[in-house]
């Protein structure tokens, strides 16, 4: 949008927009400073539901309709014309605030990757200090670790089943790993998570608790809640400002340093494409006037599909049965309220293994999440019975989607194709990580623990069943990336600096 007349409602060195993982950190980070003046607008809510903070609670925050998007992806070929929810969140630290709680950083071989198709500054090498210097590691500080940060990153509960898990992955052949962000990714072991453990113990420490909250009562910093930015105002190619929506009226702010877009991977296109910045076939269609072509502007999507295999137990070991009886349920709490220990303190995913689903591969392309509970689907009740579920994931598929707006309405959700399982190698890779889920449960230390396989059930034998089981029953793992391409290429978006191509201040 051309706005070269523009009465400003307010005026700043520096907006945010999107008060999620990264942008709290750099409301932090900026405002330290105080000559800058920063405006942060987050759509939705602050995070005063007390769900956020309990770490079990993100199985009630993850398809809370006020605090995620709540996304539905368009109907998809690869699995079998299924449209799914693609949560993301709408509140103070954005999915940092409703997700699993699983610190993963990445394989070392992702950043130097990254480094190697241009982007200088991130390598592997380059980013760890800066992840060390975030980080404020329960373990203590060490040659991959930072103890002074204010990300809190804390070790899982432990227990008899998921011990038996990992030594399972052992004797299917996978190496035992205690630290997946050390040395080496390639292992099984216990996840971290990014639980507290200093001051108020065992909650979740999100980014908006980690950065946002120490930074937020700086004179210097405004943050602004149920704020929808709606477009960026340009003059030329220079991006001045922002038009945002908040409590029933329009406001327009402006940026005399910086506009900075952390609004993830759906909304920060879908922003780009309303503003005027992106294909221009298609902002023509929807009558939007275009400020600069940038025909990757919501190409690229990227997902982890994940398939879930579930295991019923010999006996009650799991969170079903703390879920389906009262005295446990009232001892979980117990735990919690009096310890900050127990059950009600795992996140998304209790044991990870990182696994190659081939010997000659230079890195693992599959990743497990163990939990001890199960449901039909994800956000449902609990099972009745005792079970655990192990899902897999293929870590860099080869299929890419679109995110594209339908309208110029900026209330309207984009339409979102995950392309999922569009080529031969992404689905040979998830129908053999399935076939190395059955192989850990089929390992002599699961034996005891193992009554039966629930899902997919021992009907579905041959690879067929298997791939039809998968097309049938997977789902997000929640980890949408990609369509602003950072790269020295035609379908970048951004530079290696993260200045949007062809565009000044943005």
């Known amino acids: ?243 945002y929506s908040h409590e029933g009226r329009q406001q327009r702010a402006r940026a005399s340093r910086e506009i900075i877009l952390c609004s993830g991977a759906i909304n920060s296109p879908q922003l780009l494409q309303l503003s005027g910045v992106g294909p221009a076939e298609l902002l023509r269609a929807h009558d939007i006037a275009l400020v600069h072509e940038l025909p990757g502007v919501g190409a690229n999507l990227q997902d982890h599909l994940q398939i879930r295999s579930v295991y019923r137990c010999t006996r009650p070991l799991t969170l079903n049965d703390v879920q389906n009886n009262p005295l446990k349920k009232i001892s979980a709490g117990l735990q919690y309220a009096l310890r900050r220990q127990g059950p009600l303190t795992i996140g998304a995913g209790q044991v990870g293994v990182f696994a190659k689903t081939r010997p000659e591969l230079a890195s693992p392309d599959v990743q497990f999440h163990f939990i001890p509970f199960s449901a039909e689907k994800a956000g449902e009740k609990l099972h009745p019975f005792p079970a655990f579920t192990a899902s897999v994931c293929q870590l860099r598929p080869d299929s890419r989607g679109t995110v594209q707006i339908k309208s110029a309405d900026p209330t309207q959700h984009p339409s979102i194709q995950p392309n999922y399982l569009a080529t031969d190698n992404d689905r040979q890779t998830m129908l053999d990580g399935l076939k190395l889920a059955r192989k850990i449960a089929a390992a002599p230390s699961l034996q005891p623990y193992i009554a039966a396989e629930y899902l997919p059930g021992p009907e579905v034998s041959d690879d067929a069943e298997l791939m039809a089981y998968i097309q049938d029953k997977s789902n997000t793992i929640f980890h949408p990336s990609g369509t602003c391409k950072m790269g020295p290429d035609d379908m970048a978006v951004v530079d290696e600096k993260l200045r949007v191509k062809g565009i000044e201040g943005l």
């Open 1 to 243: 949008m051309q706005d070269t007349e523009t009465t400003w409602d307010s005026e700043v060195d520096f907006i945010i927009v999107g008060a999620g993982s990264a942008g709290c950190v750099l409301a932090n980070k900026l405002s330290e400073n105080p000559a800058h003046k920063v405006l942060l607008l987050e759509a939705g809510p602050r995070d005063s539901s007390p769900w956020i903070h309990l770490p079990i609670g993100y199985y009630k925050t993850i398809f809370h309709p006020v605090l995620s998007w709540g996304y539905q992806t368009d109907p998809d070929p690869g699995i079998n014309n299924r449209s799914i929810t693609w949560p993301r969140g709408r509140v103070l630290g954005g999915s940092s605030s409703i997700n699993g709680l699983v610190y993963i950083r990445g394989q070392q071989e992702d950043f130097n990757h990254w480094r190697q198709l241009g982007n200088t500054g991130w390598s592997y090498d380059d980013v760890l200090p800066l992840f060390k210097t975030l980080e404020n590691q329960q373990r203590g500080a060490d040659d991959y670790h930072g103890a002074n940060g204010q990300l809190q990153v804390s070790d899982s509960m432990q227990s008899e089943l998921a011990d038996a898990y990992i030594k399972a992955c052992e004797e299917a052949g996978i190496p035992r790993n205690d630290d997946f962000n050390g040395a080496s990714q390639e292992g099984a072991g216990y996840f971290q998570l990014t639980n507290t453990h200093q001051g108020a113990k065992g909650r979740r420490c999100s980014s908006a608790v980690a950065f946002l909250r120490p930074a937020e009562k700086r004179p210097n910093l405004r943050v602004v809640t149920g704020a929808l930015t709606e477009k960026v105002l340009f003059e030329g190619r220079r991006a001045r400002g922002v038009l």
